[in-house]
């Protein structure tokens, strides 16, 4: 009994040595942690970029959704409403727009024909008067001639060299172009008033050229509405669009936050979306266990829902910062109290056979095996 307790004994420290160094060998080539967690970075929440009432949530939680799928809309009658409004008063404002350019057109045609007239009147006026000018020139002559006429044969008649009938025909000549210079006196006056008249014509034709520019900037007051207006059309079309909502992926819903006839405002959340197809493992890692963990080292890992199931992966990154680093409350080592605690950093592995059961937030355990 001796000799098989002996045996069984010294079996016994065999086999724990031998599992002892399997476990040593097994923790010194792989670096060993159970702070793993199933992450994703396709977790999306979803929302609304209008306000209002919705009336429809077509999605629950765990169902598949498929890329540009309608999952959620908003009562969107208040908002079409306002567009056929919109669309409304651009229509009355472009008709009104057309109108206003018509009259435009014809008034600038209608002002350069009166400047047009009233110039060619203006000119006429001016020729009128530099010939009736001509005409008093001339009549002047001839009454002159006259006059000296007169005279001389005044003389030669009270010689009686010349008979009285020649002095009554020179004293008739006198008098007829003394009438016809008076009338052309009176004529010249008659024509100067006339062109003060068509000047005066000329100017209120220019003026009117004023109601020419008002009318330009009555028609840029109604092309700036219009703008304005198809710019608050273009906003209300899209705060339609906005009232439904799509999915951006492919994926399964993780969370639904409201129900049908709930009131939102825009930005609250509706739906978080997650791919399953986009996993990966982040470990809190030791940084007394870092020694060998580099970036494309092989993973094994173990998720606690599935113990009995191998999953392989490799080491993506290893981030620059611990995970104190980013703690709400840093540690303050300034009063020169100072214990040191042993650091993690987040290591992120890819999952080289991930399966569809997996889900987000699933802890896990992982062995990375170490370079050299």
């Given at each position: ?49 209008v306000g209002g ?231 809190l890692l030791s ?64 999952l080289d056979d ?19």
């Amino acid at each position: 009994m001796k000799r098989i307790g002996t045996v069984v004994l010294i079996l016994l420290i065999v086999v724990f040595a031998i599992i002892g160094i399997n476990y040593v060998r097994y923790r010194t080539h792989n670096a060993v942690s159970d702070a793993a967690f199933i992450r994703t970075d396709s977790l999306t929440t979803l929302a609304f970029k209008v306000g209002g009432r919705v009336d429809s949530m077509r999605k629950i939680e765990g169902e598949r959704v498929k890329k540009g799928e309608l999952i959620a809309h908003i009562d969107d009658r208040d908002f079409k409403v306002a567009r056929d409004e919109l669309v409304r008063m651009i229509d009355a404002l472009r008709s009104k727009l057309e109108a206003l350019k018509i009259k435009r057109q014809k008034t600038a045609r209608d002002v350069e024909i009166g400047i047009k007239s009233a110039e060619d009147r203006v000119a006429a006026l001016v020729h009128q008067i530099a010939a009736q000018r001509a005409q008093i020139g001339i009549s002047q002559a001839k009454l002159q001639l006259a006059i000296r006429d007169l005279r001389r044969f005044q003389k030669l008649y009270h010689g009686n060299l010349v008979q009285k009938q020649k002095i009554d025909e020179l004293t008739t000549q006198k008098t007829v172009l003394l009438a016809t210079l008076k009338a052309q006196k009176a004529k010249i006056q008659a024509l100067k008033s006339q062109l003060l008249a068509a000047q005066d014509n000329v100017e209120a034709a220019k003026n009117a050229k004023k109601s020419v520019a008002i009318l330009d900037k009555e028609i840029a007051a109604l092309t700036q509405q219009i703008a304005a207006k198809s710019k608050a059309l273009e906003e209300m079309q899209n705060k339609i669009a906005y009232c439904n909502l799509y999915a951006p992926f492919d994926g399964r819903v993780a969370k639904k936050y409201i129900n049908t006839g709930r009131v939102v405002k825009k930005g609250s959340p509706i739906y978080a979306l997650v791919d399953p197809k986009d996993l990966h493992v982040e470990v809190l890692l030791s940084e007394k266990k870092l020694q060998g963990v580099k970036k494309g080292n092989k993973v094994l890992i173990h998720v606690d829902a599935y113990p009995d199931r191998d999953y392989h992966g490799k080491v993506q990154d290893i981030l620059p910062a611990s995970a104190a680093t980013f703690a709400l409350v840093p540690r303050d080592i300034a009063s020169g109290e100072f214990t040191k605690l042993d650091q993690r950093f987040v290591v992120r592995i890819t999952l080289d056979d991930p399966t569809p059961d997996l889900k987000v937030g699933m802890g896990a355990n992982v062995a990375i095996r170490r370079g050299d």
